[in-house]
């Protein structure tokens, strides 16, 4: 059977959409995620124990002609593997300002304003228990939203979450990993270093360069990023901001053009065609060179962004981000341990902010701004109760939130006190926000 050109046009005009394929992804990152806490948890209250705290401070020395590392494996997990998680963070960051939610005021204005809310109120609980005390450079912790733990929630709730709404989810998580990489940027960063902040300075000028010279070789910009991770690492700012910093210059435009692009395609069918009507012995050799042909036609299509995102996205949901979460879970849960979180400010301060600052934050300040009709969303049950359910499943902090008190706090009491905290609310948030969503909306198709 000939395969006509309008057969091909139809499937180029109807891919998998980038926000389904963005919450599959998601979704079995945040199972995973709930997954691989549980198991430290168990594991650090084992017989096991004592290897599971033995690997996370277990010292691996890299050593290069003209700098040394010297990182315990904890280190290496949140200075290193989360680097290619917060280079994801500023690539998808990137991709929404330019073609997404975030790419035009209108649709930019909701999740920007729910977002400033749902981080701004969480602050000030915690501040309010704990300014003035030794703990209060942990006010960061609950201003995050775990994307991968809320998307797993909402897709456990199947059709009776409308797309608008995980659309909605999606771009408030982006701008709130925005104020996030701020955060931590600003108030989380040690003393500089002079020297390694001028490299630093230097590797983002040549990134620049590259894009500005629509170079789109992905090997380049990954070994100009290793360079600016390893001067990130040693300037004092956190290494992560590197990632961040690398995301948002990769190219995330294409510089072939359409017409350029359907016939480079047509022309590689017509080559697979051909292939199938050659001699028995020629089929195979041609058949393989027309699809390495379609095959370069695809990869020069895209943006080094889009392939970079695309290759690192399973990397990072199903390797990175359960290892992040089983390496920083754990914590030996005695009965003194847990009687110190129950009287600890620092425990309800996140706990408070995270289940009231959030929900109260995003729900009232979109509220607001529908009520002033600014947006395009309806004032009906099914809309308040959904907003409001998803409010409350933004009280989810766990990934970003136990990443900030690694930095917050350098006793190991008051980091236990952190994720005993983020891991109650993180649970009771999920919970809550599921049976509200359940219970008050009916299966609707998208």
Known sequence: MRIKKEDILKLIKSPKLPIQEFFESESTSGILLIIAAVIALIVANSSLSSYYFDLLHANINIQLPFITFDKTFHHWVNDGLMTVFFLLVGMEIKRELVHGELSSFKSALLPIVAAFGGAILPAIIYLSLNKGTPYESGWGIPMATDIAFAVGVLTLLGPRVPLWAKIFLTAVAVVDDIIAVLVIAVFYTAELNTTALLVSAFAILVLIFMNWKKVNSIPIYILIGIIL??????????????????????????????????????????????SFSSSETETGIKKASALNYLSDVIINSESPLHRLEHKLNNWVAYF?????????????????????????????????????????????????????????????????????????????????????????????????????GIIIVSLVCGMLGYLLIRLFTRKQKE
Not at 332 to 352: H, K, N, Q, Y
Not at 371 to 376: A, C, K
Not at 377 to 398: A, E, N, P
Request: aromatic content about 10%.
């Open 320 to 420: 990175i981000m359960p290892v992040f979460a089983f390496t920083n879970s754990g914590l030996v849960l005695s009965t003194e341990v847990i009687s110190t979180a129950g009287s600890s400010t620092i425990t309800w301060g996140i706990i408070l902010g995270l289940f009231f600052g959030k929900q109260i934050g995003i729900f009232l300040s979109t509220f607001i701004l529908i009520f002033l009709g600014v947006t395009n969303l309806k004032v009906d049950k099914k809309t308040i109760v959904m907003l409001y359910g998803i409010s409350v499943i933004s009280g989810i902090g766990f990934t970003m939130s136990l990443f900030i008190s690694n930095m917050a706090f350098t006793e190991n009491a008051d980091l236990e006190n952190a994720k005993i």
């Open 229 to 274: 991770w390893a001067a990130v690492l040693k300037s004092g700012i956190h290494a992560t901001i590197a990632g961040v910093l690398l995301g948002f210059i990769i190219p995330v435009r294409t510089v072939i053009k359409k017409d350029e692009l359907l016939d480079d395609a047509w022309k590689g069918v017509r080559y697979l065609e051909e």
